[in-house]
Structures are given as C-alpha cells and as structure tokens.
C-alpha cells in the first residue's frame, strides 16, 4: 500500500515537471490566496495580542475619565468636531474630593514631558524619556508592577518627596552594571532619589513603557508649568459587579465640576479597559472577515485554474493512460495517481502561501514592534482549504481519466 502511495507521488511529481511552468502559475494563484488569510490573519493575531496584553494591565476594575471617548466624531459637512476642555489640575482636586463612591480607590496622573534627560553623575540618557507626575494609586489602577523596591507611599506624595519610580530600560544604559535603587538621579535640575523600578511593559505604537520617570505629581507640577497640561483620573473598585454604579457616579460628579446642566451632552469621556479590548477584537473580526472573503474568492479562482491544468494533462496523457489500463490498471489507480497530481500542487501553494504570510506578520509585528506569535489556527485551516480545493478541482480530471477507453487511448496521437 505505501509502496503504491511513494510511486504515485513520484508519478506526480514527474508530471509536475513536464509541465512546470503551468504548475508554477497554478501554486502562485493558490499561494495568493492563502497569503492573503494567513498574512492578515497573523497581522491580525500581531495586533490583539498586543493590545490586548497592554490595555488588560489598565485592569478589568478600572475606568478612566479623560479628555474625550475612545471615538471622536469626524468631521461630516461642514459640521465642526467637537473639541472639549482639558481636564485641568483644579477638575482633578475636586473630583478627589467630591468622588466618594465605595470600594474605590482614585489614581491621578499626566505627563510632564516625553523628550527629558535623564542625568546619573557623569551619565546621561539621549533626550527621550517619558517623565509622569503621578499618586500612590497609580501602579495599582494601571497594573504597573515593581521589579525591585517599592511604590510610593502616601507620605511620599503628600510630604512631596522627591523620590522616583524608574522604568526597566534604566539597568540597561544609567545602570547596567550597578542597583540603581536609593542612587540620585537628575531630571531639569532636579534631584530625585530612586526608590523603585518597575516591571518591563515593552511598547505600544513604538511608544516604549519602559523608558520613563515616575514621580509625586506636586513635585513634577512644579517642573513641569505649561498650561495646557491635560490630567488623566483612573478610578479602581474592588468588585467588578459595582463598576456600573461607580461610573454612573463618576459621570454626575464630573458633571457637576464642569457645571452642565441636564440638557447638555458630557464635555469629556469615560474609557473602560474592556470597551476598548471588546472594540478591538470587534476591529479584528472584521479584517478576518475580509481575509477570508479575499482569500476564498482567489481560491476559487486557484482551483479552476487548478482543474483546467489537469483537464490538459488528462488530454496530454490519453495515450499514458491507455498503456497503462492495457497492462492492467484499474480505474481506482488511474484516478488516484491524478487526485495524487492535483494534491501535491495544492499543498505546494500552502506551503508557499503560509511562508509569506508568516512573513508578512513578523514584518508587521517588527515594524510596530509588536509581540509575534505563529497563527496556528491560519495555518491549520489553510492547509484544510488547499486540500479540499485540490480534491474538489481533481475530481472531474481524475474521473474523466479513470474512464476513458484503454483501445481509444492508444489509438490517441
């Protein structure tokens, strides 16, 4: 049985040969099809592992209030986008005060800056770190974890001490052969005595997290004095069955800071971690929707192609397959050997077609320097596709040819 397996696999294979240059054609239409489901596909793994992976440490407990809602209307017409205030520093104070809602706990935070220097005695960093003036809340609404030390404390942000949390990339250039915790670093001038560095988050959008400065958000309002500094409010609550009636609370206690009366539509936005996860697994549904319908209309275009290829070799081999029934092969073996044909140039162009799309992820994923995985799942279901497509396309061929008479084909010039 396998020794009639291994000489129909060469049958085909020598076949292929004779006619390479229409079975080259054929496994690149096949291949286009199969590059175009796993190449999005895997680009489309790429993406939702990555945000998945960053926006799940905001913590399945947690809510923003922030500038505006994750979509922002377009301009349409003529019609002028709405542009809302900033949340300032006085919006931020007073919700902290007014927001009492049980089993929450509120982080405040903004950035100070994205292009600081960092200094460390006769060290200093290229003019690009992140620096955040943040509360004792702010690693635990965000899911930031400490690597080595410990997070601010309640003193530290009132009695405004000038103490930092560090990101990981700090032990790779200022201290990469030292601790860097209870050493003296320099931001602006300013003197601020590491207490903590924080666990690697890598990057998003080639924004890299670990390459940033924490510290006491008074401490950094004095270094950091522009007026437009927008302020993010992060609000945790201990059970996930009371966010609905904590967002509800923060929406009138928001409302009422900015003073909008029942009529008027919220001037800032409430963004929930798993609204954005749910939104973009919603994005990546509708690109794998694409992907197939891209892929299955090249596929059905492969396997007419597929099918006429050996329709030709059936008209080519009549005399082939005329020899061989007169020494006695049956039907089942004629119609096998072109069912074997049309199989292995199947899968010639899955393989060929998986190659390129796993390419085509990993340079996604490179490019954006994102976090790349192998789409198992891709993979599997086009080396299913291919294989069906080429039974499908070989059936009519491979019939056609098991019936044809012995006496006719070798009459066949």
Not at 287 to 310: C, P, V
Not at 372 to 394: D, Q
Request: charged fraction near 20%; glycine fraction near 8%; include cysteine.
């Amino acid at each position: 049985m396998f020794s009639l397996f291994r000489e129909n696999v060469r049958i085909a294979l020598d076949s292929i040969k004779s006619q390479l240059l229409r079975t080259i054609l054929t496994v690149v239409i096949i291949a286009i099809g199969i590059w175009a489901l796993v190449g999005i596909l895997s680009a489309v793994k790429v993406l939702e592992n990555t945000i998945s992976d960053n926006f799940a440490s905001m913590g399945a407990n947690t809510f923003n209030v922030q500038r505006y809602e994750l979509q922002v209307q377009s301009q349409r017409g003529g019609e002028r986008k709405k542009i809302n205030p900033i949340i300032s520093y006085n919006d931020v104070r007073e919700f902290e005060d007014k927001y009492n809602y049980p089993m929450t706990q509120t982080a405040i935070s903004f950035r100070g800056t994205g292009t600081a220097e960092v200094k460390y005695e006769n060290e200093k960093t290229d003019p690009e770190v992140q620096v955040y003036g943040v509360n004792e809340h702010y690693l635990l609404n965000t899911g930031t974890e400490i690597e080595r030390g410990r997070n601010f404390t309640f003193f530290d942000i009132q009695n405004n001490n000038k103490v930092c949390l560090l990101g990981s990339d700090f032990l790779k250039n200022l201290f990469e052969n030292e601790n860097p915790l209870n050493k003296t670093i320099s931001i602006r001038g300013v003197k601020f005595k590491v207490v903590g560095v924080l666990e690697s988050k890598g990057s998003t959008f080639g924004n890299n997290q670990d390459l940033k400065v924490l510290i006491p958000i008074q401490v950094a309002r004095g270094i950091f004095t522009q007026p437009d500094i927008n302020y993010t409010i992060s609000v945790r609550v201990a059970d996930k069955e009371i966010m609905q009636g904590a967002q509800d609370e923060a929406i009138i206690t928001f409302r009422n800071i900015r003073g909008l009366n029942p009529v008027e539509e919220n001037n800032f936005g409430i963004l929930r971690s798993d609204d954005l996860i749910n939104q973009i697994a919603e994005i990546g549904l509708y690109m794998t929707t694409a992907a197939w319908i891209i892929s299955i209309i090249t596929i059905l275009g492969s396997s007419i192609a597929l099918m006429n290829i050996m329709l030709v070799s059936v008209t080519e081999r009549t005399r082939e397959i005329g020899v061989r029934k007169a020494l006695g092969a049956k039907r089942s073996t004629i119609s096998t050997q072109f069912f074997m044909e049309t199989i292995v140039i199947g899968q010639f162009g899955s393989i060929l077609g998986i190659v390129l799309g796993i390419l085509t992820g990993f340079i996604f994923a490179k490019a954006f320097d994102f976090d790349f995985s192998l789409p198992w799942a891709a993979m599997i279901w086009a080396t299913i596709i291919t294989f069906i497509v080429a039974v499908i396309a070989g059936s009519y061929p491979a019939t056609k040819a098991a019936k044809l008479d012995p006496i006719e084909s070798l009459r066949y010039e």
